[in-house]
């Protein structure tokens, strides 16, 4: 029979594999954006990352040399070059951006007014005219080139040693810990309370904690801040600790009064008749049995509020000494609005404390689990 203790499920398959699908689509973009931090300007723009790993294929043209570059030969102006760079091979060349593989290396093309081009399989080229070339900015010939896989550091050098992104780390980390602790240790007493204490008005309080799950976060943003500007705390530490509490508390409270509603009544009775205060029950009993769900909220909480950038700008401002990482990164971007490199490795580097956290946090979860699990 099936769904009965100790059989199991036929449904358990497909858990698995809807299991296994999700942490396929989290992974593999994550990934796509570690390799991708890692490669410079013109493999992006030519590529996928999932090309990264072989030679790739690229287009591009280089410009000839002027008239003062010219030397004569015999009764012929020549000018001479190189179509590719070390580590390049040159697979085809042209005169035309439509066609930048139009002919094979080794070949030879007249392109206007006498003018002779030669492309060598080496990728130099030979370019004669019979009379001077009067052109400024040099001819273009188009190439069609493989270059073989290649990785740089480059990007993680500019974006770690670029102006104010120290201090941002730091702001950051400033504003992360305290908005990470302070809901916690606030919705553990209020969760015990709704859940185990019996007081007029719990199931009004109840109702008024899920009512400001719905509230948009934005709707709030500028009353709270002009009460913060009433009261004398304006923009600074304080104020964004408040905020983020504020915004986490309703979530905070609901999981954890849910999760602590659900523990053995027994345990808590018991302790109850041999004495125990409920401030003792609370920090002996109930934290312990809780801590899969203090650490599943730490985790949302942590993630919300290092990767925040409305609240961070409202709350805290946007100059060098107050920026956070995420406001640091986007002033970094934009004056490189181009340069994708620098996007991918910017991301990177701001989801990689989030990651370590997420992971350092999974294996006290599971802890926490089995130690709940087993008397």
Do not use: C
Not at 138 to 149: C, K, L, N, S, W
Not at 152 to 157: E, Q, S
Not at 235 to 256: E, N, V
Request: hydrophobic residues 45%; proline residues 4%; aromatic residues 12%.
């Amino acid at each position: 029979m099936e769904g009965m203790a100790g059989q199991k499920s036929s449904l358990t398959w497909s858990v698995n594999i809807a299991a296994l699908l999700l942490v396929i689509l989290w992974t593999i973009p994550t990934f796509g954006l570690f390799v991708s931090s890692f490669r410079d300007r013109d493999q992006i723009s030519t590529s996928g990352w999932w090309k990264s790993f072989s030679a790739q294929e690229q287009t591009g043209f280089v410009r000839t040399g002027t008239d003062d570059d010219a030397t004569q030969d015999g009764g012929l102006y020549v000018l001479e070059g190189s179509l590719v760079t070390e580590g390049q091979d040159l697979i085809g060349w042209g005169t035309s951006a439509r066609r930048p593989a139009e002919f094979a290396p080794g070949s030879s093309q007249t392109i206007e007014d006498g003018w002779e081009l030669t492309v060598n399989e080496d990728g130099s080229y030979r370019l004669t005219s019979p009379t001077p070339f009067e052109m400024s900015r040099g001819e273009r010939i188009f190439t069609t080139t493989t270059a073989p896989a290649k990785f740089t550091t480059a990007n993680y050098t500019r974006v770690l040693t670029a102006d104010g992104i120290g201090r941002a780390f730091i702001n950051t980390a400033t504003v992360t810990i305290p908005a990470t602790i302070i809901p916690i240790l606030i919705a553990a007493f209020a969760a015990y309370a709704l859940a185990w204490m019996r007081f007029p008005g719990r199931a009004l309080i109840m109702a008024v904690v899920v009512g400001l799950l719905v509230v948009p976060l934005q709707v709030a943003l500028i009353p709270l801040l002009r009460f913060h500007n009433e009261i004398g705390i304006g923009k600074g530490y304080l104020g964004i600790w408040l905020a983020h509490t504020g915004f986490g508390l309703p979530l905070a409270i609901y999981l954890l009064r849910s999760y602590m509603a659900g523990l053995p009544r027994e345990v808590i009775e018991s302790a109850r008749v041999d004495g125990a205060t409920e401030f003792q029950i609370f920090r002996k009993i109930i934290l312990p049995l809780s801590f899969p769900a203090l650490a599943s909220f730490s985790i949302f909480q942590f993630l919300w509020t290092w990767n925040d950038l409305l609240v961070a700008t409202v709350f805290l401002g946007n100059t060098d000494e107050q920026r956070v990482m995420t406001a640091a990164l986007r002033e970094m971007m934009g004056s490189r609005g181009g340069e994708w490199e620098i996007l991918a490795t910017s991301a990177f580097i701001s989801i990689s404390v989030p990651l370590i956290v997420f992971f350092a946090m999974q294996r006290y979860l599971v802890r926490g689990l089995l130690a709940g699990s087993v008397k």
